[in-house]
């Protein structure tokens, strides 16, 4: 076999990404003469609707034009919620998996994820990296959090199913993530390389119990987390390890693919570096393997893997094992009828409209009140009210970053400046104050303590000391009276602080749809329907 046509069959392997908005020539390369059989779309690839529908649409004709016999996956991160890659005004915001798991329904997931995945076939999109199998145990998780439906392991279960399921129904390739379970760790993977060091038994009453069930239900992929799990008898990332894939394979007898998360995280590139990880997960057994951002990297793992077959370290059978498995599910989710079309302007409207109201109805069901003292609530709309929220620590100069549009990395502890316009429809007259880590100015503090009202919206306050000493601060100058604490995303942020911090509300998500759910209950338009999906205090 000439170098050429190994190249093009490893390609298949690999899931790649690539910058900007256009198709570029890396992306062609890597398609034409590398013959990668995925790419993974990122919000960096995503300007308008008309120029995500032509993406798509190239993709898959320079896949076409280059003798591929199946079409591409195109697969993305639309987990909603926190993590949501095509947002509005593109598509309608959809509520995220702790939001769902506050509703306590599997009917508004599964409704969800069919509207998603309605929503991404329309722009030519036919694998998508969900659902969250991710138990969060750990509230100082950095990584999970509200990506995860909650902290017990069958709701998780239950919810990724639904999510599956209804993903499937419309013709998007599921996959769940992050095998072996990313959500008792305090380490993000992006930067470094966590590690849960529990006993097998502990993995497998918590982690490895939305695995096992998506693998018994065939799920149809499930993505690796880069982790070490020592008790399950590697100190490897489980993306490198075959005692971790051979869980899934002999123990779950799961014979679907299993893909990497991107190689580029430091998880993987700061221990064993990319290329050479990228030819140890296919050792360890994985089919698909995603390299997100760098050409050369990219590049150099498929030809590692080329050099790897010719030297014995990796067998043919090894390669079309997984081969086989990518080509059987592309059969089910791909056509060239289908892939070379997409939908039209009025049918994305269409999509919209019903996104929107589902994704309404689905967000007043999961506003949580975790407590609230006597004849607080509602808020009078003609009270002196201030709006206290955390604002981006760099400079504000303007667009983007004022707007709330900036791209920020996910747990940073802001929120957007169109949540003070929400509370203006209630209260216009709502005195707006951002705050860092330097605190407030003493005429701040004024308008602070005189107010009628104070409602503080906080991102992640358990893990951002500066935010949880604003908020209880504001209590104690205010001697515990009208303040209304509102979380934006981990719902953890007061959960202790019930002496202080008396009226709380969660709302899993910093999204502006999410917190009208709040201040529709602050104002007494919408009763508070969800249930808090973490036990708290824990056990």
Known sequence: MSLQSRRKAVGQLFAVGFHGTEINEDIRTLIRDYGVGAIVLFKRNVRDADQLRGLSQGLQSIAMEAGHSQPLFIGIDQENGLVTRISPPVAAQMPGPMSLGATGSLESTHAVAVATGEMLRHFGINMNYAPIGDVNSEPLNRVIGTRSPGDNPETVSSFAAACARGLREAGVAPCIKHFPGHGDTDVDSHYG???????????DKTELVPFRDAARQGIEMVMTAHISMPQLGSKLPSTLSPQAIGILRNEFGYDGVIMTDCLEMDGIRATYGTVEGALMAIQAGVDNVMICHTFDVQAAAIDRICAAIDSGELTQQRIDESLNRLSRLKSHFTSWDTALQTGTPEALQSLNTQGFELASGVYRAAATLVRSRPDFLPVSPSALTV???????IPVGGGAVDSGDATLPTRVPWVKSAFADTIRHHNGDVVDIRFTETGLTDEQW?????????????RNALESPYQKEMGLEIARRRENRGIVAIATCAPYD????????????AVYEPTVEAFKSAIDVVYGNEKALGKLPVQWPRV
């Open 387 to 393: 709006f206290v929220s955390p604002g981006p620590n």
């Open 193 to 203: 390389l966590p590690v849960i060091d529990k006993s097998r038994a502990d993995l």
């Open 446 to 458: 004024k308008q602070v303590t005189d107010a009628d009202v104070v409602i503080l919206a906080t």
């Open 494 to 505: 007061f959960l202790e602080d019930e002496d202080a911090i008396g009226t709380y509300l």
